[in-house]
């Protein structure tokens, strides 16, 4: 029996042709003056097979680079002020009182944010070590271009740069600088600065990790977990206090949604790595 399509030969007892949907017929048709090459079907289907992996790789990637953008962007700013403040709460069982004017001082209003940024290499070495994802190297683009274009448009009065070196100098003061407090009402840097030196951090520190390429081990596991455990403990005191001094507010969810998610992140990440690890050895 053949098909009379693909004129593939099928053994007795077939009858329709699985590949080109037809009824199978004894013997093919004489060929006229042309002959039609037979279908390929297994060659489309080969295509089918690569382009669906091909999307799905695609869309694996972009899902993995928008976590570690959120990472970059959002997370480190979010949690690592979270992080620092354990140690001023700590300070209590020694009876030392701070306000809160001096926290935020200490993670705002300093030119460069070094907490956002040593937290962000710490946090970039970490998951840089125990996943080599390309896409971590990258994250500092985005919230680049948003500062290039913010630095660019950002109107100078005419009173307080008459020159264009006292505008360009003017510029990095307010971006850079101290030219742009939140004491002064002020949010350019918190907005565009910020994310940009948690992302760049966050990225050197993958970068420093893919050059030492160390291999997945318990000692990685237990700095994720530690991390991890510290970010849960840092939210859900700061959640407690907070309850404490003005009730329960809706606000508290959305406040606590990245810092926890980056904590269980960093946990779940552990628990890879200590996986990996024990199949190594």
């Not at 099928?10 to 037809?22: E, K, L, Q, S």
């Not at 209003?109 to 907490?115: D, G």
């Not at 290499?121 to 994250?139: C, E, N, P, Y």
């Not at 970068?207 to 530690?226: E, F, N, V, Y």
Request: charged letters at 15%.
């Amino acid at each position: 029996m053949f098909c009379p399509e693909c004129a593939v030969e099928y053994r007795p007892g077939f009858t329709h042709c699985t590949d080109c949907d037809v009824d199978l017929v004894s013997e093919l048709p004489q060929p006229e003056t042309d002959i039609r090459p037979p279908k390929v079907t297994a060659k489309h289907a080969g295509e089918d097979f690569f382009e669906r992996l091909q999307m799905k790789s695609w869309g694996k990637s972009s899902c993995t680079f928008a976590l570690h953008q959120f990472i970059g962007m959002c997370g480190i700013p979010f949690t690592a002020p979270l992080v620092f403040s354990l140690g001023f709460k700590f300070l209590l069982l020694f009876g030392y009182a701070y306000s809160s004017r001096d926290f935020y001082s200490k993670t705002t209003e300093i030119p460069y944010f070094p907490v956002q940024a040593l937290f962000a290499l710490i946090l970039g070495w970490l998951i840089g070590s125990s996943l080599q994802h390309k896409s971590i190297l990258w994250v500092w683009v985005l919230p680049l271009a948003a500062l290039t274009y913010s630095f660019l448009s950002l109107p100078i009065s005419v009173l307080e740069a008459t020159s264009f070196l006292s505008r360009i100098t003017a510029r990095f003061s307010h971006f850079f600088g101290w030219g742009c407090r939140p004491a002064q009402h002020c949010r350019d840097q918190i907005l565009f600065t910020l994310p940009f030196y948690s992302s760049l951090g966050y990225s050197l520190g993958a970068l420093l990790a893919r050059g030492i390429r160390c291999r997945p081990s318990q000692k990685l596991a237990l700095g994720l977990t530690s991390v991890g455990l510290i970010i849960l403990i840092a939210i859900g005191i700061d959640l407690i206090i907070s309850v404490r001094q003005t009730g329960w507010l809706n606000l508290y969810w959305m406040i606590s949604a990245t810092p926890v998610g980056l904590g269980v992140y960093l946990l779940y990440l552990a628990a890879t790595v200590r996986t990996r690890s024990s199949r190594n050895t």
